[in-house]
């Protein structure tokens, strides 16, 4: 079992930053393949960003350029940093581990993106 706790969520205006950070449970962390996903109002969940237990990333391509996913394994967590957030942004951020072909998933922090 694997347990997720986002945080760093908030408002912010047009154009700003903000940092969301992922606490996971488990001494198998440096295994865990780890992703952030989203879900907008009326909208599907969607990917924005994987990062593997090597370190390899992908990101959606509407966050390319922007955000970074990064992972610190000597602290069970996973990081992403938005920079120049646009109101396309806003929605309900999900941390994702992938471990022994289960997923799990966080509770979700909102992000607001607006004038």
């Known amino acids: 079992q694997v347990q997720l706790v986002e945080s760093g969520g908030g408002s912010v205006q047009p154009g700003g930053s903000l940092r969301l950070s992922c606490a996971a449970s488990?001494?198998?962390?440096?295994?865990?393949?780890m992703g952030w996903y989203r879900q907008a109002p009326g909208k599907q969940r969607e990917v924005v960003a994987i990062?593997?237990?090597?370190?390899?990333?992908i990101y959606a391509d509407s966050v390319k350029g922007r955000f970074t996913i990064s992972r610190d394994n000597a602290r069970n967590a996973v990081n992403l940093q938005m920079n120049r957030l646009n109101v396309e942004d806003t929605a309900v951020y999900y941390c994702?581990?992938?471990?022994?072909?289960?997923?799990?998933w966080g509770q979700g922090t909102q992000v607001t993106v607006s004038s």
């Open positions: 994702n581990a992938q471990w022994l072909g289960k997923s799990y």
């Open positions: 488990g001494s198998g962390f440096s295994t865990y393949g």
């Open positions: 990062i593997t237990p090597g370190g390899s990333t």
